[in-house]
């Protein structure tokens, strides 16, 4: 029996969360054109949504698509401000209640997780599996094609209203999921990043209550499982892509799963990771040097040496410090 929302619907659409989520939504966007102009008339805007959401005549508006290189290019499908000030409100009231069912080694887009912290679970699984690196650590790394595009929008609806018992949320929820064509998800709605991980959930319970999977990490659409056992390993990989296929219509990618042992080398987040230290990915790597020497300012410089003490990095740091001594003898 799942556990139920205890919210309801006129707590979403409430002026008080509309306000509130107004508040959360606007952080750094104040001097976007369509931001300024919803806010220019922020009360009439506000209220016009309360009552289209009360009188149950909202309807979600399209969406503008461009192209971003994330690394890998991607679409990302940005709704109008009215829109995403509603995303905004249903994610206020759905993120702590799904949270709370989450899995601890589900990290991505949630509060007090992350890449990093990901990285460091591994790491400990690592530890614990190889006892202390005396026995071999075998890794299945599984990565699913195509994920936001894959997700079957009424499996999605099914999976939400199994835990949530009021009609008119998920008719919300409906409206939201069911505005982009034709199936799948839209990168760029905050709503995505939890409708997700809701989907997804549904994974992670199989693994670790179906599977008995103990030492099974989650971020985005990449997930480990850490085992001595190389054969358990293969048979565990059936039985999940089986499971995708089945119970969820998604299709693991064929180049991206691999079985092999800890000390090779372990693809996972960006970092390659092995038994006692990780190496920044190559193409990783590429990207971050050349970003750096097009654009040498010392917020993005700060950023990527916070990212480089999470491992072994030495010589990456003495590139970038090239780069930008040479940058600035280049200017003066």
């Known amino acids: 029996m799942k556990v139920k929302l205890v919210h309801n619907y006129e707590e979403i659409i409430s002026i008080d969360n509309l306000l509130l989520a107004w508040q959360e939504f606007v952080r750094g966007k104040r001097n976007k054109n369509d931001v300024q102009l919803f806010s220019f008339y922020l009360m009439d805007n506000i209220l016009s949504l309360h009552d289209d959401l009360k009188n149950h005549i909202y309807k979600h508006g399209g969406y503008q698509c461009f192209k971003v290189s994330d690394p890998k290019p991607r679409t990302i499908h940005k709704a109008s401000v009215r829109d995403r000030l509603l995303h905004h409100a249903v994610y206020r009231i759905l993120y702590p209640f799904f949270d709370k069912t989450f899995i601890s080694d589900s990290f991505s887009c949630r509060n007090n997780k992350g890449t990093h912290k990901a990285i460091n679970r591994f790491r400990e699984f690592g530890r614990i599996v190889s006892k202390n690196n005396t026995k071999t650590c075998w890794i299945l790394k599984c990565d699913i094609k195509k994920f936001f595009a894959s997700i079957d929008q009424s499996i999605l609806i099914n999976i939400l209203q199994a835990y949530i018992s009021d009609e008119n949320i998920t008719g919300l929820l409906e409206k939201i999921i069911f505005s982009f064509k034709p199936n799948g998800l839209p990168l ?91 190496i920044l990915r190559t193409k990783t790597k590429s990207k971050m040097l050349k970003r750096i020497k097009d654009n040498p300012r010392q917020e993005t410089i700060n950023s990527y040496m916070g990212l480089l003490k999470h491992g072994n990095s030495c010589r990456i740091k003495e590139s970038i410090l090239n780069n930008v001594y040479n940058e600035n003898l280049w200017q003066s």
């Open 188 to 278: 760029g709605n905050l709503t995505s990043q939890l409708f997700a991980n809701v989907y997804l959930n549904e994974l992670d319970q199989f693994a670790k209550h179906k599977l008995k999977a103990e030492h099974y990490i989650r971020y985005a659409d990449d997930f480990v499982i850490l085992s001595g056992n190389k054969e358990y390993l293969e048979n565990k990989k059936s039985l999940i892509k089986d499971f995708l296929q089945n119970q969820l219509k998604l299709v693991l990618h064929p180049d991206k799963v691999f079985i092999k042992t800890l000390p090779s080398g372990v693809d996972f987040l960006g970092w390659v990771n092995f038994t006692d230290h990780r």
